[in-house]
């Protein structure tokens, strides 16, 4: 190994573990600084395993470093899902891709078949894959503008070298850790770990402007001022006053296809001022969520209406904007807590009490 590689390696991990130790330090304050410690340690795992003497160590130095390494599809997954989904929830099938990946890397350092490799490498493209697509997916409804800008580029980056990365195993014999390809493998990790530095940076220094129980607990609505918002000027003042009317006068939530491109058209702005007064004056980071507050906050009051007691949930839903009875009930239950009709039961439950 040259010195420039030498040193390149060991900066990249010297600055990846302090980024590990900054995230432990916050992760109780911010929940996505515990995935990006994981996904920064799995980073650094492959920088000491992709050295071309790696293989010259202790075996019981090489194990933990091979199977951390080897979850870093996963950590990847999971951190990018955190950093660009708000509403994002570490689920059971998280951490199954994560055990699966690490009991492949250990099966990987014994004597194996082929058919071991192809899993792996099958899981750790899918994974990879998954992740992209949360990066991507949310791009139109994202409101935080430095993060909906980072997402292509980001996106893309990420997933060529990854990918390019899994390649190199299979057409090259030692893929990226040869002598040959070594340095340069250390200078692309090297740019893209300052890559996950600057989208580190964004998540920190672009926080929730409302607090996510606010936001569970209360319905999603712009006569109600977030504390975190930023005060409005006279002409950010008169398009709010315009968003009002048309959200709670006209009702334009109740169009199932509404989107930030028809609202602002309505609204006679450019889309970049309409996400500007969303999320830096009414501090809401996610249009989609923004717009089923106000769905959700009129199902609420016709569940709870007697006088619509007979009325379908199903015509209820999709009268108030709701293109489907799947994502409906999912957005009322994780907005409520209830199903929709173990709510409706509820409420009538308590106006028959209070007749009584």
Known sequence: MSTLEAALR?????????????????????PVSRYSA???????????????????????????????SGGMPAAFWIAVSAIFVDEFRLRWYHSLGALALMGLAWIDMSR?????????????VSLLLLGIWHVLSGRAADLVEKRRRLRVWYAVVTVLYALFIIASDWLWPGGLSVSSLSLANAAGLTAVI???AVLGTLASTEPPLVPAPALASQPTVISRDPPAAVPATEPDAAELAALRRLLDHDKVFREPDLSIATLSQKLEIPEYRLRHLINRQLGHRNFSAFVNGYRLAEVEAALSDPTQAAVPILTIALDAGFGSIGPFNRAFKAHTGLTPSEYRRARAGGVAGAEV
């Open 10 to 30: 060991g900066g990249a991990v010297v600055i990846l573990l302090f980024r590990v130790a900054i995230a432990a330090r916050d992760a109780r304050r911010n």
């Open 38 to 68: 994981l996904l920064n340690l799995s980073i650094a795992a492959y920088v000491v395993e992709s050295a071309s003497g790696f293989g010259a160590l202790a075996l019981l130095l090489r194990i933990p470093v091979h199977l951390v």
């Open 112 to 124: 194996h078949p082929m058919s071991v490799d192809v899993a792996r490498t099958a899981l750790s």
């Open 194 to 196: 300052f890559l996950f």
